[in-house]
């Protein structure tokens, strides 16, 4: 008896914490949109009483003026620095209504820095969605997932869907590329290159670091299994990881290498490639993506296994354990947008 009493408080405890855990959630969003609408009316009172006199020394000084009045009276959050904020908020996002209600202004301070319009409504749109982190739409900005998304779109007509709409992209054909992009940036583990690192510590790291994982992968992906074994005559092999893409409604399987890619590894992901599109893909599932990732690519070994052929689902992409400089990501984008442009009028011939 004693212990069921036990049991039922602790059902109890549970519930109440709930509530109370709810409660807070529900304050907190309140607060952050109250807080959200605030600022961006501020910044639009800003801009009036400025009278579009936004570089002229006038308004720098009525902006002053402005902020130490309200700084006296509610503290840092109104200082001059803040207050500017503010206002390229509103010049930012100058129809209200399009405001989400579920980015906080934390968010917001996040996304002015983004000078790309197209970005910053891309960043915006995700951040809401998914829902990202302040520190996880920080990232992203950082790392440049916009862009690097978009380089793998190989049709025009594609690439301004997916500016204008930042959902992905439903082809009329499927297009094993709208899975990929080059290079993953995988910072997060903490690794740094050494002589020791190998696949076992980088899929070690994966697997620990999966939610940060599942970010940079991109949308709709869902963890499968790791090492999951296939069995062919008596003989088993290991994928290293593999994923399910529900938007796509495809299996996408992961070999990881710690140096480059060689003709052994593309064969080796052309079985896996080919067994689950004969024995575990349903009807309803589009083929099987492969993607080697590796420390560094090995176009040409590639190329020649391949040949010309662009419709078997098998890529290889560059993962990078430290975050490159914003000029390297940039050659890296450039580099994987002309071999997509490449694949693209290989399809057309």
Known sequence: MKNQNSLQEKSFLEEIRQIIITARRKVYTAVNSEMVITNWLIGKMIVKIQGGSERAVYGDRILKNISEHLTHEFGQGYDYSNLR??????????????????????????????????????????????????????????????????????????????????LPVKPERFDPCSLVHDPYVLEFIGAKP??????????????????????????????????????????????????????????????????????????????????????????????????????????AVIRYTLGDRTDIGIFQAKYELVLPTPEELQYEIERTREQFMLLNKKDEI
């Open 85 to 166: 904020k503010m206002r390229q908020f509103y010049l930012l996002f100058p129809n209200c209504d399009t405001l989400c209600l579920k980015l906080s202004w934390s968010h917001y301070r996040v996304l002015i820095r983004v000078q790309n319009p197209q970005a910053r409504e891309y960043y915006a749109r995700e951040a809401a969605k998914y829902p990202w982190s302040v520190r996880q739409l920080e990232r992203q900005i950082h790392t440049q997932n916009y862009e690097r998304i978009l380089s793998t779109y190989k049709n025009e007509c594609e690439q301004k869907k997916m500016i204008k709409e930042c």
């Open 194 to 299: 050494d002589p020791s690192w190998n696949e076992k510590k980088l899929e070690e790291a994966l697997i620990s670091h999966l939610e940060e994982f599942l970010l940079e992968l991109g949308r709709g992906f869902a963890f499968v299994g790791r090492q999951k074994r296939i069995t062919i005559d008596g003989q088993h092999f290991y994928p290293d990881l593999v994923f399910y893409n529900i938007i796509t409604k495809s299996y996408v399987i992961i070999d990881l290498k710690s140096g480059r890619a060689d003709y052994s590894d593309v064969g080796q992901m052309q079985l896996y490639v080919n067994y689950y599109n004969k024995e575990v893909c349903q009807p309803s599932d589009n083929p099987t993506i492969g993607i080697i990732l590796c420390a560094e690519k090995n176009e």
